[in-house]
């Protein structure tokens, strides 16, 4: 079993950035693919990027594409999703989500339910 949690949210203007954290417990994270989702109010969860184990090739949803940069460091057991020219329409709760491979559609990690272990969220407000 993997616990995530996640951290590094918080408000930031538009055009600013912020890096969130994925840090898990146990000690299989480098076999695991690492899914960042996010959900904003009155919306359904949505894939925004993952990162593959052993490769670590990426995949990014297109409106966040140039933007935002998932990374891991295994010896760590630690990911992050680096998120740069943040707009409002990015303000959601993100979590980190574990998965043997990327699941995805195209380039859209997803769906959710094809992820296995969740960490609890951070909140990021984009607004100024």
């Known amino acids: 079993q993997v616990q995530l949690v996640e951290s590094g949210g918080g408000l930031v203007q538009p055009g600013g950035s912020l890096r969130l954290s994925c840090a898990a417990s146990?000690?299989?994270?480098?076999?695991?693919?690492i899914g960042w989702f996010r959900q904003a109010p009155g919306k359904e969860r949505e894939g925004v990027s993952c990162?593959?184990?052993?490769?670590?090739?990426?995949y990014y949803r297109d409106s966040v594409k140039g933007r935002f940069t998932i990374s891991r460091d295994d010896d760590k057991k630690t990911a992050y999703l680096q998120m740069n020219s943040l707009k409002p329409e990015d303000t959601a709760i993100y979590y980190c989500?574990?998965?043997?491979?990327?699941?995805?559609?195209?380039?859209?990690?997803?769906?959710?339910?094809?992820?296995?272990?969740w960490g609890q969220g951070t909140q990021v407000t984009v607004s100024s």
């Open positions: 990162i593959s184990s052993r490769d670590g090739i990426t």
């Open positions: 146990g000690s299989t994270f480098a076999y695991y693919a």
């Open positions: 989500a574990t998965s043997l491979v990327c699941r995805r559609a195209g380039t859209t990690p997803g769906p959710p339910e094809m992820y296995d272990y």
